[in-house]
């Protein structure tokens, strides 16, 4: 059994994925409290057309978790929260190394969100930030059987407007289902 899907096979999957959320906020008078940099969990779901062994066409939602770092500004304390996500569409290629296993990359465009919430003494500020960047992926593909694989990718999304919070990339351990 080949990990390739066959001709014409419409498929999707779940995923969790791991980003590192960091907040730059050391400057002149601000210093970060504690620590401002975490590995944060989201999940994702995504679906697609197989439309040879070797090409397909994907699309998918990645919420990238809720990142939140504690400052001291002019001494007094306040706290940055963030809340990312990103829709993405791209081509993906597949090559077979093993009779279960196939390598891919996939490219394409992703649509990044960010709402970034900072509060201090009882006043809070929230704004979004959007930006359509280049979304590119590396990953292993495993067959279970004919319908089911697992799947382990890097993938980069890209910014996403500002530098509080989600960074451009992350690891994502997906299942898939083919139809």
Known sequence: MSAQAADGVPYAGVGVTATEHRFDIDGPNV????????????????AGYQINPMFAVEGGYTNFGKGEADYKLAG????????SESFYL??????PVAEKVNVFGKLGVAHNRNEVT????????????????VYAALGTEY????KVSLSLEYEHYGKS???????????SLGARYSF
């Open 76 to 83: 007094v304390n306040g706290r940055l929260k963030s809340e």
């Open 118 to 133: 900072g509060s201090a003494l009882g006043l809070s500020a929230k704004d979004d930030y959007s930006k359509n960047s």
């Open 31 to 46: 210093t970060a409290v504690g620590d401002h940099k975490k590995t944060e969990w989201g999940g994702k779901v995504f």
């Open 90 to 95: 791209a081509g993906k290629a597949s090559y």
């Open 143 to 146: 067959a279970i059987n004919e």
């Open 161 to 171: 407007g500002n530098d509080l919070g989600r960074r451009k990339g992350g690891v």
